[in-house]
């Protein structure tokens, strides 16, 4: 199993884990650790491991693919291993401990140790508490911070409005006054729901989409359905083709913190 790789890939972020000489139970604990960080970010239990036939994997089966797909409701997965991802992680099993480094855009940000016992701990720990509350609460992503979705003839009308300007003059809009980069609470984005000061949350990430509102093909009042709310899904229904990311980076402001 020397120098095997097992890849968990979505859009934006991928982790690596180096075989080496680790035994099949340590490398599931790896993968499990993983998960556990999906679950804590996305507030959900209900993550899909696939291959790249999309097939259903255990996580034994997991360990014995080069790339695993992972899926959360309402967001997307292109199934892209060839695009550098915006976070990358690395996990290097060495002498009962692993080697854990993050990648930002391709650069190192953290590189730290952690022991199996520690693993094994924050997941018992997880499992007693979130866990139980996610398991417990299987409507919790149709929560009311959720954007809710639209019909389907509504989506495949597509209707474009009159808008103040192009997308190329939106990007060139001068961002004055943002607010300082830093995790948000679902509680702190909900209060920006208004005209002239809305924000939105698109896989995890909190935007500031005030400017927007002039420039959205679809007008003010579709905009206006994510505003202060997780418009992940909503924004799928509609755009599931687009890097929502790229075209909003100047207003990106921070990170959705459970």
């Known amino acids: 199993m020397e120098d095997k790789i097992t890849s968990i890939v979505t859009d934006d972020r991928i982790d690596e884990i180096l075989h080496l000489n680790a035994t099949k139970e340590e490398l599931i604990t790896i993968l499990n650790y993983i998960i556990m960080d999906y679950k804590k970010f996305s507030m959900t239990d209900k993550i899909l491991l696939q291959s790249q036939k999309l097939q259903k994997l255990t996580l034994e089966e997991c360990i014995e693919n080069r790339h695993v797909f992972l899926f959360l409701p309402g967001v997307k ?11 990358r992680y690395t996990y290097e099993p060495k ?20 022991t199996y016992e520690q693993i094994n701990k924050m997941l018992g720990s997880f499992n007693q508490s979130t ?37 190329m003059q939106f990007v060139q ?3 004055k006054n943002k607010p300082p980069f830093k995790n948000y609470t679902a509680e702190e984005v909900q209060k920006h729901n208004k005209p002239g000061d809305v924000w939105t949350v698109l896989n995890g ?6 400017l927007y509102l002039d420039y959205h093909p679809g007008g003010v009042e579709k905009l206006m359905l994510g505003a202060g709310k997780d418009c992940t899904k909503l924004f799928n229904q509609f755009h599931s083709w687009v890097n929502g990311h790229a075209f909003l980076e100047q207003d990106y402001i921070g990170n959705l913190k459970y």
């Open 77 to 87: 997965n292109s199934m892209d291993i060839k695009s550098q991802k915006e976070v």
């Open 95 to 114: 002498e009962g401990k692993i080697l854990k480094e993050k990648y930002r855009n391709g650069r190192k940000t953290e590189s730290t140790e952690v």
């Open 131 to 167: 866990g139980a509350f996610l398991s417990s609460k299987p409507n919790f992503a149709e929560s009311r911070f959720i954007a809710p979705l639209l019909p389907q003839e509504e989506v495949s009308k597509r209707e474009k409005v009159q808008v103040k300007g192009g997308q």
């Open 173 to 175: 809009i001068p961002r």
């Open 205 to 210: 990430k909190v935007y500031d989409i005030s």
